[in-house]
C-alpha cells in the first residue's frame, strides 16, 4: 500500500510569489490534514480537508488556503509569500479524520524556501 | 500560546540505557496523547498513544506515562538502540467535537542513542 506521497519535495520562491503543494493520500483515506513545521515551534495545524469540504482550520492568515478533490487529492496554496512563510509543509492523511483513534499517516512534506 | 510543551530539545543517552523524553500540556479538554518519531527526510510516524482514562500504556520498549493531575506525560524507552535516534514530538487531541484531523502538537525533542 502506497504511503502518503507530496510533491514537489523542494521549492525554492521570492517574497511576494505564491506557491502550490500536492498532497496525495493514502488509497481509501478521505481526510486530509496539512501542518507547517518550523524550527522551535513543532508541527501547527492549519486545515484538514473530509469530502472536498474544509472542516477545521487552524490559526493562520488567509494567505494559506487549500482544497480537496473528488478523489481525495488535497492542494495547498500560499500567496504573497512572506520570509516567515519558510517551512517544512506536512501533509497527513486518515480515514474519516475522526481524531484521536484515527491514526494519521504523514508524507514526507514539502520543503519550502522563501528568498 | 504553546499548548504542549516539549522542554528539553535535545537528550543524548547511551545504547541499552533508558531515554526518558517528557511533555507538558496546558490545555485541560485535551484526553488523548499520542508520541510520533520522526527521521530526517521523512514525515513522522505513529509509535504509541494513550487515552485520558489511563495512566499507563505499554508497546515492546515503549512505554508511555499519563500524570493529569500535573498534566505531564513521558515516554520511556527501554533499553535504548542507535536506531531510536530520531526526533520525537508529543501530540495531544480531543475525542470528537471539532477536533476533525488536527492534532496539537509539541516543538520536538531529538533523541541521539551512542552505541
Known amino acids: 500500500k502506497a504511503g502518503v506521497t507530496q510533491t514537489p519535495r523542494y521549492l525554492i520562491k521570492t517574497r511576494g510569489q505564491q506557491v502550490t503543494l500536492s498532497c496525495s493520500p493514502i488509497?481509501?483515506?478521505?481526510?486530509v490534514s496539512w501542518y507547517q513545521q518550523t524550527p522551535g515551534q513543532g508541527l501547527q495545524f492549519l486545515f484538514e480537508y473530509f469530502s472536498e469540504t474544509q472542516r477545521n482550520k487552524g490559526n493562520f492568515p488567509g494567505r494559506f488556503s487549500g482544497r480537496q478533490f473528488s478523489n481525495s487529492r488535497s492542494e495547498m496554496n500560499v500567496s504573497t509569500l512572506e520570509l516567515g512563510d519558510s517551512a517544512l509543509y506536512l501533509c497527513?492523511?486518515?480515514?474519516?479524520?475522526?481524531?484521536?483513534?484515527?491514526?494519521?499517516?504523514f508524507g514526507p512534506g514539502t520543503r519550502l524556501t522563501v528568498l | 500560546d504553546q499548548q504542549v510543551k516539549q522542554n528539553s530539545p535535545s537528550l543524548s543517552v547511551q545504547e541499552g540505557r533508558i531515554s526518558i523524553l517528557n511533555c507538558d500540556y496546558t490545555?485541560?479538554?485535551?484526553?488523548?496523547f499520542l508520541w510520533y518519531k520522526k527521521y530526517p527526510a521523512e514525515g513522522p510516524t505513529f509509535l504509541i498513544s494513550?487515552?485520558?482514562?489511563?495512566d499507563k500504556n505499554e508497546d515492546g520498549r515503549f512505554t508511555v506515562f499519563l500524570n493529569k493531575s500535573a498534566k505531564h506525560l513521558s515516554l520511556h524507552i527501554v533499553p535504548s538502540q542507535p536506531g531510536d535516534s530520531a526526533v520525537y514530538f508529543c501530540a495531544a487531541s480531543r475525542w470528537g467535537g471539532t477536533s476533525y484531523g488536527k492534532l496539537t502538537f509539541g516543538q520536538g525533542t531529538i533523541l541521539t542513542v551512542h552505541p
Open positions: 494513550i487515552s485520558s482514562i489511563k
Open positions: 497527513a492523511s486518515s480515514r474519516q479524520g475522526t481524531l484521536p483513534t484515527d491514526t494519521q499517516y
Open positions: 488509497s481509501g483515506h478521505r481526510s
Open positions: 490545555n485541560s479538554m485535551f484526553d488523548y
